[in-house]
Each structure stands twice: as structure tokens, then as C-alpha cells.
T-cell receptor, first 111, second 110 residues
Framework: DSGVTQTPKHLITATGQRVTLRCSPRSGDLSVYWYQQSLDQGLQFLIQYYNGEERAKGNILERFSAQQFPDLHSELNLSSLELGDSALYFC??????????FGSGTQLSVL | GEDVEQSLFLSVREGDSSVINCTYTDSSSTYLYWYKQEPGAGLQLLTY?????DMKQDQRLTVLLNKKDKHLSLRIADTQTGDSAIYFCAESRSDYKLSFGAGTTVTVRA
């Protein structure tokens, strides 16, 4: 167990809908990272937050947004969902930016 | 990640050593990582190496880094059935974003 908790584990929704994925980092970790894993793109970095502030942005679509709250948990919001957004979404946390610990992921299926 | 390349499959006999190879392109990479992903599970950090090191050993795992050739390898000694998984190589840069390879599926046969 990495100590990073992601909910829900599975999410099934329809095209055009909006969903929110939640991540609780390991105790004491200020950084939270979001990654997307799909068969065609592999593991892609989406976005990083550090202590509530956006730190780095990767290949994140404009339809996607994230935030980190004062209690350090983070949410990834995906809107106007398309079939191609179906993927496994991982959250990771880190205290030093060197060792990243990943959660078990949220499997999103867009039908 | 197109900047990190790995072979896709490796089959190894139980008890033998496994060697998984990876090449990367960014010479400014600060850390290089090996992650393990079992079916239905998240990514487990196995080990990592700082870019100024050549080798790191951790129990059954040995990481070798050839910075000149931008080549990283992971050797698993005495491979067990529980080692069957997908192994990802990743590099990080000054901004600490991780760039992953496509993963090597390791199958351990009896």
C-alpha cells in the first residue's frame, strides 16, 4: 500500500458528462501529480500541484482541470467527456519531488 | 513516452536472472526510475538512481546506468513468479516531471 488513496476505483459514464476524481496524498506529502494511462498514449503527465498551487502542466486538455485543497487532497475534473478519455487515471504524491508514490488509480470508462 | 524506450516483452525462467533495458534521450535527466505494475494495481516504485551514479543494488535488484549511452537496465536476480508484471522505466528532469517508457511485460515461466 503506497499510502495514496484514490476514489472511486471505477467510473462508468456517458459522453458529454462531467466527472470528478479524488486523490488523498500520503500524510505529509505536499506535492500531488496526476497521470493518465491509456493503451495508445501510455503514461502521460497531466498536472502537478504543490501545497495548493499549480506547479507544472503537461499534456492536459482544456476540458480537464484540477485543484489541490487546503487539506492537500486533490481533485481532477474531466468535462465534456469523449470516448477517447477512457483511461486509467493515477494520482501520485511526493514529499521531495524525487520519490513519487502512486495510488491504485481510477479506471474511467466513457460509453 | 517517446523519450524513453523499452522492449515490450521479456520471458524468463523461474530462478534465472531477468534484465530489462531502457534508453532515454534527455542528458539532463536527474533521476531514473523503475516502477512495477501488477494487473489491476497501481505503479509501485521499485528503485531509482541518481544520474551521477553508475550502479545501485537493492536486495535482488541491480540498476546499471550508462550515462554516456543513455542506457539504463534493471536486473532481477532469482526471478520468481511474483515478479511477473509490467516494468516501467522513467526519467525525471529539473522540473521533476516523470517521463515513462511504454513498459516491458515480464512473464516468468516455471
Amino acid at each position: 500500500d503506497s499510502g495514496v488513496t484514490q476514489t472511486p476505483k471505477h467510473l462508468i459514464t456517458a459522453t458529454g458528462q462531467r466527472v470528478t476524481l479524488r486523490c488523498s496524498p500520503r500524510s505529509g506529502d505536499l506535492s500531488v501529480y496526476w497521470y493518465q494511462q491509456s493503451l495508445d498514449q501510455g503514461l502521460q503527465f497531466l498536472i502537478q500541484y504543490y501545497n495548493g498551487e499549480e506547479r507544472a502542466k503537461g499534456n492536459i486538455l482544456e476540458r480537464f482541470s484540477a485543484q489541490q485543497f487546503p487539506d492537500l487532497h486533490s481533485e481532477l475534473n474531466l468535462s465534456s467527456l469523449e470516448l477517447g478519455d477512457s483511461a486509467l487515471y493515477f494520482c501520485a504524491s511526493s514529499v521531495d519531488g524525487v520519490e513519487l508514490f502512486f495510488g491504485s488509480g481510477t479506471q474511467l470508462s466513457v460509453l | 513516452g517517446e523519450d524513453v524506450e523499452q522492449s515490450l516483452f521479456l520471458s524468463v525462467r523461474e530462478g534465472d536472472s531477468s534484465v530489462i533495458n531502457c534508453t532515454y534521450t534527455d542528458s539532463s535527466s536527474t533521476y531514473l526510475y523503475w516502477y512495477k505494475q501488477e494487473p489491476g494495481a497501481g505503479l509501485q516504485l521499485l528503485t531509482y538512481i541518481f544520474s551521477n551514479m553508475d550502479m545501485k543494488q537493492d536486495q535482488r535488484l541491480t540498476v546499471l546506468l550508462n550515462k554516456k549511452d543513455k542506457h539504463l537496465s534493471l536486473r532481477i536476480a532469482d526471478t520468481q513468479t511474483g515478479d511477473s508484471a509490467i516494468y516501467f522505466c522513467a526519467e525525471s528532469r529539473s522540473d521533476y516531471k516523470l517521463s515513462f517508457g511504454a513498459g516491458t511485460t515480464v512473464t516468468v515461466r516455471a
